[in-house]
Structures are given as C-alpha cells and as structure tokens.
C-alpha cells in the first residue's frame, strides 16, 4: 500500500475557500480499482501546510488515476492568484508497518 501526500501551504485569507472546494467537490475517487481512503488534513496553529493525503493498493492504481479524465476535470478549476503560497510539494511513501 502506498501512501500519496500532496502538501499545499494556503494563504490564511483563502483557508476558507480552500477547505470549501474540497467539501463540495464531486469526487470519482471511490470508484477507481486500488483507492483505499482520502484525508484532507488542515494545519493547527500557525502553520499554513494543508495536506491532501490518499492512501493506494500500489502505485500502478494512483498511476491510473492521475492519467484519467476524472483527474484533470477535479484540477480543473484552480485557487485564485496569491491563495497557494507556494509549488505543492507531492510525497510518496510505501507502508511498511501498520499497527
């Protein structure tokens, strides 16, 4: 299983409509062979690091999905100009241990 974290550092004055549009978003990723779970983590204190995390079977299936039409259409509409401070940062780790 592989965990996928997208880290998006989101200027304070656009939380808000950031935690918005994932709320309301249509999303097909329950649908996808190999999607196991999504979290969207928001941060504490005065960090601005969202962490938009999905969990996988293998890589080939989070592959599949990236490259399919349901994921251009969900990345479609972006954050207005100044609302992501900063390039998202992608991490992509196997799970070795679970307890």
Do not use: C
């Not at 200027?11 to 990723?29: C, G, P, T, Y």
């Not at 969202?50 to 599949?64: C, S």
């Not at 039409?69 to 799970?95: C, N, T």
């Amino acid at each position: 299983m592989i965990v996928v974290e997208n880290r998006i550092r989101v200027a304070r004055d656009f939380r808000n409509e950031f935690e918005e549009r994932f709320k309301n978003r249509q999303s097909n990723l329950k649908k996808f062979h190999g999607f196991v779970r999504n979290y969207i983590l928001k941060p504490t204190g005065n960090d601005d690091e969202y962490v938009v995390m999905t969990l996988w079977d293998n890589r080939k299936d989070f592959d599949t999905w990236t490259d399919s039409s349901d994921f251009k259409e969900s990345h479609s509409m972006p954050m207005p100009q100044g609302a992501i401070l900063d390039r998202p940062v992608l991490k992509i780790h196997e799970i070795i241990q679970e307890i």
